[in-house]
């Protein structure tokens, strides 16, 4: 086969040019001319590096885990859109006011999070706000403005 003006032996079935090299796309894929195996469910690209984009998200070249069920990117962090907003690549979660208030107290999004007017001190790995209140995806779930604990169900 010819990848990119260059005659190279075909590595398989399902080829494809990576730059100046064939690789087999079943086993591998091209990240900016870079050879990488496959990974996870939903192998996908972040520069040169390889993510599983059903568990993480590219955000300005850095990958990060997903939020919520439609996420979106604000810089190098992710969040929930459907939930939140991205304003300056500050990551704003109710209403207008109750952000401008929080600004007021202080809002440091690196180290808090404004939960409908109430600044809230980050913690966990995925912190996200339910309501006025503050918790971690990866343990607990909000369902109707209440905190829930996530039940981990194992399957026989």
Partial sequence: MCCSGVVVP????????????????SLYMCCMDTIRPRLGEKPSCCL??????????????????????????????????????????SIQC??????????????????????????????GLVPLCCGKDLYDLNVSICCNGTIHPRLHVQLS
């Avoid at 075909?10 to 796309?25: E, I, K, W």
């Avoid at 997903?66 to 991205?86: F, I, L, Q, W």
């Avoid at 208030?101 to 980050?122: V, Y």
């Fill in 94 to 123: 109710g209403s207008v006011e109750n952000n401008i208030s929080c600004s007021a107290e202080g809002h440091d999004e690196n180290n808090s999070l404004c939960c409908q007017g109430n600044l809230r001190t980050l913690s």
């Fill in 48 to 89: 040169r590096e390889i993510f599983d984009a059903k568990y993480n998200i590219c955000c300005s070249n850095e990958i990060t885990p997903r939020v919520g069920e439609h996420p979106s990117c604000c810089g190098t962090k992710s969040y929930d859109a459907n939930v939140c907003t991205c304003v300056n690549e």
């Fill in 10 to 25: 075909r590595p398989g079935v399902d080829t494809y040019c990576c730059g100046t090299v064939g690789y087999d796309t």
